[in-house]
């Protein structure tokens, strides 16, 4: 993936499965991945918690940072609570979602950091896994976010959700998609 | 959009899932003017996205409901929003309920009787399914009750069906085709299912029965007119607190507008119905309209799904299929006391292979939601090709204690929010794990490499606004029409006194049917 797609990139992709976004003042097209590398501004995570979900994702389901799991969350917490495609809606939390990801996200950091002196985002394998592996069980002292092991878990099912439940996903899976009504865009921006 | 009627109609109808459309075709097609009220957004087949991303857009329905207890009921997964409700992402497994199910307080001493039995919903039973089509096989169904034979021929057996249908045998269990309510061959205009496994996000092409592909076609030809985005907020009465007179409305531009009519039907889903009777309370009726018996809101029961996986080493194409399954067991069905010295009681059945999709709740992937990283891409390389699954459903008892009641929290219209607690009781718990563990014994027999069991998992919600013989004990007679307010009618598998273990919609039709039929048949006496 390029850091900043070219225009020939945008145009083969030919509008589907593209978010619009604004970046520079022009609107463009952008796959979710794309967006993400592109570093295209977020609408309702701050940078920190989005490197923090980024991390999270990508050691939960590995390819998950690249498929997009950032720019999936963000723009459906931005989304109006009718379109939703998280899954949380599912889940017994109330709208909006957003204060959800925002404490989870802001417990791991504080955990991370009174365990290793580092944010989620910049720890090793080791430590990273091993904080993990706490949250999955519910065994982190002190958490005050949402309840650890639904938190894993949800965050674990967007990562899937972008790296398994697209047609990339199924593809890479080597599973037929067999659409009846093909997605007009990953997860629902109206073209 | 259709402008709400302003004058005083025949029929109001709350909401435009299974029952609602089908109260509006038969009440439209008897040349009452009727209206359909949706709280939810309107839906075109284009909108049926192929995506379980793009499915959960038809789930969960508006204000957010409370769930507490042990075992909540998953209100956002089970409801529906949007027009059709919570048919168009219901997987159309229609079963019979037995004739047992019907008598459970009689026969065994526990729970609730329905005011009616088998025979009485047989007729209407057959009526639909020669309406809506069900495909099926009733010869090797042995444990169906009597009825008149499905009319499309069985769903096709796939390869996972094959294996998990092996695993049954070595057992010495029988398996029969699965009665769906999807298309096996072209059925009344509506064409032949591909078993592309998408029935979760909506079917599109209409092989599927929901709302969208029966009765709203019919209810708007015969002149029903369908209000999407328009959400009750009250059930309004007149000053006797005997008759209904219309309801309050909400519009998408935020207009309050009142519809008039004779009668009122509530069909908004298990938890709204109740919750709009309880919101609806006045001076006659303080605790809630049709709430003198106090039951109003009592006696929820949801099913408890055991969800069964296994890894084959077969080649299984688990995506391939109907979402509802290929074939059914149901062993000890009509003996509800067979685990009794387990401490279990009630029926279960499986619905067995699911066509499965890699994301999702119930996707393949959260099928081991304790596996991540490496150790999750190698499952998912492997499963997206050797999966098997089934799914128990179990009978969940009736709980007078399992109940709706409204929250001090209030919308954004001012209705108080709905809180549903509910906890099985120790016998349901106990029955699900006689299920859990024979479903695991079932895919090791089948020569699963590998074969587990998930979590309980909540599937359909019942009761709330039971039917019952007496107006001491129950919110409506055994046409749901409510015994305190008799031109108030209410539709859906809220009606259920208790759960049994069957997928609930097609007995929820066949009550829509037998009910207005009898409200055509006694049109003056309901209005009053």
């Not at chain 2, 492997?382 to 459903?393: E, P, Y």
């Amino acid at each position: 993936m390029h850091a900043h797609p070219t225009r020939r990139e945008l145009l083969k992709a030919g509008g589907v499965g593209l978010l619009t976004f604004t970046l520079g003042g022009s609107v463009v097209k952008l796959s979710p991945a794309e967006a993400q590398a592109a570093g295209v501004p977020l609408a309702a995570l701050t940078r920190e918690e989005a490197d923090t979900l980024a991390a999270l994702g990508e050691r939960l389901v590995p390819g998950s940072r690249e498929a997009g799991v950032v720019a999936f969350v963000d723009y459906q917490l931005a989304a109006s609570s009718g379109d939703c495609m998280l899954m949380l809606q599912y889940l017994g939390v109330d709208p909006p979602f957003t204060p959800f990801y925002r404490e989870g996200l802001a417990a791991l950091n504080v955990a991370a950091r009174a365990l290793y002196k580092l944010p989620f985002a910049e720890l090793q394998d080791a430590p990273a896994d091993a904080l993990v592996d706490a949250l999955a069980e519910g065994k982190i002292e002190g958490w005050t976010g949402p309840p650890p092991p639904l938190f894993y878990f949800v965050v674990r099912n967007d990562a899937c959700d972008v790296t398994y439940g697209t047609e990339k996903g199924f593809a890479a899976l080597g599973v037929p998609y067999a659409a009846h009504i093909t997605p007009p865009s990953a997860w629902g921006e109206p073209s | 959009m259709t402008a709400l009627p302003t004058e005083k109609i025949d029929a109001v109808i709350v909401g435009s899932g299974a029952a609602g459309s089908h109260f509006a075709a038969r009440l439209a097609q008897a040349g009452k003017r009727v209206a359909i009220l949706e709280a939810g957004p309107a839906r075109e087949n284009e909108d049926l996205v192929s995506s379980m991303l793009w499915a959960r857009r038809l789930k969960g329905s508006g204000a957010p409901v409370l769930e507490t207890g042990k075992d909540t009921v998953g209100y956002g997964f089970n409801a529906g929003r949007g027009v059709g409700g919570s048919s168009m992402h219901h997987y159309a497994v229609w079963p019979r309920m037995h004739e047992n199910d019907f008598r459970v307080k009689s026969l065994y001493g526990r729970s609730r009787d329905w005011p009616i039995g088998y025979a009485d919903l047989q007729a209407y039973y057959d009526r639909v399914q020669d309406e809506c089509g069900i495909a099926g096989e009733h010869r090797m169904e042995s444990t169906r009750p009597p009825g008149a034979p499905y009319p499309m021929p069985r769903v096709p057996v796939f390869e996972q069906g094959r294996i998990v249908g092996h695993g049954f045998e070595a057992m010495g269990m029988k398996v029969s085709p699965l009665p769906l309510a999807v298309t096996t061959r072209a059925f009344r205009g509506r064409p032949q299912c591909m078993w592309d496994g998408w029935c979760d996000a909506g079917c599109p092409i209409g092989a599927l029965a929901n709302a969208q592909t029966v009765h709203l076609p019919q209810a708007q030809a015969a002149g029903a007119t369908l209000h999407p985005d328009t959400e009750v907020v009250r059930v309004l009465t007149d000053a006797s607190g005997k008759r209904a007179t219309g309801v309050e409305a909400i519009t998408k531009d935020g207009q309050r507008v009142k519809v008039m009519a004779d009668v009122v039907v509530l069909a908004a889903f298990t938890i709204q119905n109740p919750r709009l009777l309880l919101a609806s309370a006045t001076a006659q009726h303080p605790d809630g309209l049709a709430n003198a018996s106090g039951t109003l809101g009592r006696f929820i029961t949801g099913h408890m799904a055991v969800p069964v996986f296994g890894l084959h080493e077969k080649e299984t194409n688990p995506g391939f299929g109907a979402s509802g399954g290929q074939l059914l067991n149901q062993e000890h069905y009509d003996d509800k006391n067979a685990h009794k010295a387990k401490g279990a009681f009630g029926s279960y059945q499986w619905m067995i292979a699911q066509a499965m999709k890699p994301n999702g709740l119930l996707g393949i992937a959260s099928s081991r939601p304790d596996l991540r990283g490496k150790a999750l891409s190698e499952f998912m390389e492997r499963a997206s090709r050797h999966m098997i699954t089934m799914t128990g459903v179990v009978e969940d008892e009736a709980l007078a204690e399992n109940r709706v009641t409204l929250s001090a929290r209030k919308d954004a219209a001012g209705v108080p929010l709905a809180s549903v607690a509910h906890t099985s009781s120790k016998a349901s718990n106990a029955l699900w794990d006689v299920a859990a563990a024979e479903g695991v014994r079932v895919f090791e027999a089948a020569g699963a490499k590998e074969a587990w069991h998930a979590n309980r998992a909540p599937m359909h919600i019942m009761g709330g606004t039971v039917m019952g013989e007496s107006a001491a004990n129950s919110v409506t007679n055994s046409y749901g029409q409510c015994h305190d307010v008799p031109n108030l009618f209410i539709g859906g598998a809220g009606l259920f006194p208790t759960s049994a273990a069957v997928n609930p919609t097609f007995t929820l039709h066949a009550l829509s049917a037998r009910s207005v039929e009898h409200l055509v048949a006694n049109w003056s006496a309901a209005v009053g």
